[in-house]
C-alpha cells in the first residue's frame, strides 16, 4: 500500500521574500527566481501548469514549457486545434503556474493569451529536432484515435514525405500570456509563507503582500 498522503510532512525553509529585497517589477522578479530555478539545477524549470476555461468556464489544465518571456508576456508553443487551442480560442484568459519544489517556491502568473506572429512561430519551428518536427504534424493533439499504431504509421508516412526539412504545420503555433497579475510565493517556516503579490497598473505595477 502507498504511504498516507496525510503522513508525508515537509517543512519549508526557504529564505525570505522580503519587500526590500524583491524587484519592484514583477519581470524581473521572474527573471531572478527563473535564474535560480535553472541554477538549482531542477529537472525542468520551464515546466509550467497552464489553465484555460472554455466559454462556460468550465476549466482545464495541463502542463506546457515555457520557450521565451519578456515584458510582453511568456511564450509556450502548441496545436491550436487541442482542447487548449478550442479553449483559448473561446476566452482568451490564462493562468500559469511554475512549482519549483526544491526551492519551496510557486510563481502564479494570471492574463491575456494572444497568438505570436507567424515569423516568431517558424523560427521556433524549425530550432526543434527532426523527431519533433514530424511529430507536430503526425499528431492531431487531444483528438481521440484508435491505438498507437495508427499514429506510428502517421509518423512513418511523414519521415517518408518529409525526409529532411519539415514545414510547419497550419495548427501548430504559439501563444503568449499576456500578464495583469503575478504571484510570488516563498515557503517559510510553520505554514507562514511569504507572498507578495503585482497588480497591472496602468504602465505600472502596484505590489502588495497576501497571508499565506
Ligand atoms: C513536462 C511536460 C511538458 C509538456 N510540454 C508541452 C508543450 O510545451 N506543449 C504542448 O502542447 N503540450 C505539452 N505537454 C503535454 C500537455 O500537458 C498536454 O497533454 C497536451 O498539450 C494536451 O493538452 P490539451 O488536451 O489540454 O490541449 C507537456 C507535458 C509535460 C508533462
Known amino acids: 500500500m502507498p504511504p498516507n498522503p496525510a503522513d508525508l510532512r515537509h517543512e519549508y525553509e526557504g529564505p525570505a521574500l522580503l519587500e526590500r529585497d524583491a524587484a519592484p517589477d514583477p519581470f524581473d522578479q521572474f527573471a531572478a527566481w527563473f535564474g535560480e530555478a535553472v541554477d538549482a539545477g531542477l529537472y525542468e524549470p520551464t515546466a509550467m501548469t497552464l489553465a484555460t ?6 476549466p482545464s489544465a495541463r502542463i506546457v514549457l515555457l520557450k521565451d518571456y519578456d515584458r510582453s ?5 502548441t496545436n491550436y486545434e487541442s482542447r487548449k487551442g478550442r479553449e483559448m480560442a473561446e476566452n482568451p484568459r490564462a493562468a500559469l503556474l511554475f512549482f519549483w519544489d526544491r526551492l519551496h517556491r510557486q510563481v502564479r502568473i494570471e492574463g491575456t493569451v494572444e497568438r505570436i506572429g507567424e515569423a516568431e512561430a517558424d ?8 523527431g519533433a518536427r ?3 504534424w503526425a499528431s492531431a493533439q487531444s483528438r481521440e484515435i484508435a491505438d ?8 512513418r508516412a511523414l519521415r517518408e514525405e518529409y525526409p529532411e526539412s519539415v514545414p510547419r504545420p497550419p495548427y501548430w503555433g504559439g501563444y503568449r500570456v499576456v500578464p495583469v497579475w503575478f504571484e510570488f510565493w516563498q515557503g517559510r517556516s510553520d505554514r507562514l509563507h511569504d507572498r507578495l503579490a503585482y497588480e497591472k497598473r496602468g504602465e505600472g505595477w502596484r505590489r502588495y503582500r497576501l497571508a499565506p
Open 53 to 58: 476555461a472554455d466559454a462556460a468556464g468550465r
Open 73 to 77: 508576456g511568456f511564450v509556450f508553443y
Open 123 to 130: 523560427a521556433y519551428f524549425a530550432s526543434r529536432p527532426y
Open 134 to 136: 514530424i511529430g507536430a
Open 148 to 155: 498507437r499504431e495508427e499514429l506510428e504509421a502517421r509518423v
